[in-house]
């Protein structure tokens, strides 16, 4: 189980876009990557093409694990995650609240 999940709050903590907040959008678990929306935004230069006009676009690059922590819904504090057991269900729990982080 992977400790990022689509629509998670998280801060950034390192990086030119530390202090900010967002949403998760992507999850890359193979490279330990994730895409957060309004953060680590680049620009691309595109020539036209068929589907697309020509023009410079905004695009979000995935932002490493390492650089995020997660916001916990419940306690409003930024936060790791612990793994816990509710029967044969695996939860992720928050280690300041012990409160479940699902979405």
């Known amino acids: 189980m ?3 999940r689509i629509g998670d709050e ?3 903590t ?6 900010k ?20 935004i680049y620009k691309r230069h595109r020539k036209v093409s068929k589907s697309q006009a020509a023009g410079i676009y905004e695009i ?5 694990c390492a650089k995020i922590a997660v916001i916990c819904p419940k306690c ?10 509710d029967g044969k269900n695996k939860q992720r729990l928050c280690v300041k609240c012990q409160g479940s982080l699902t979405t």
């Open 14 to 19: 390192a990086g030119r876009d530390k202090g």
């Open 10 to 12: 998280v801060l950034v």
């Open 21 to 40: 907040k967002g949403k998760i959008e992507k999850v890359f678990p193979k490279i330990d990557k994730v895409t957060v929306e309004n953060i680590n």
């Open 76 to 85: 409003t504090k930024v936060t790791r995650i612990n793994f816990g057991y």
């Open 2 to 4: 992977f400790k990022f």
């Open 60 to 64: 979000s690059r995935p932002i490493s």
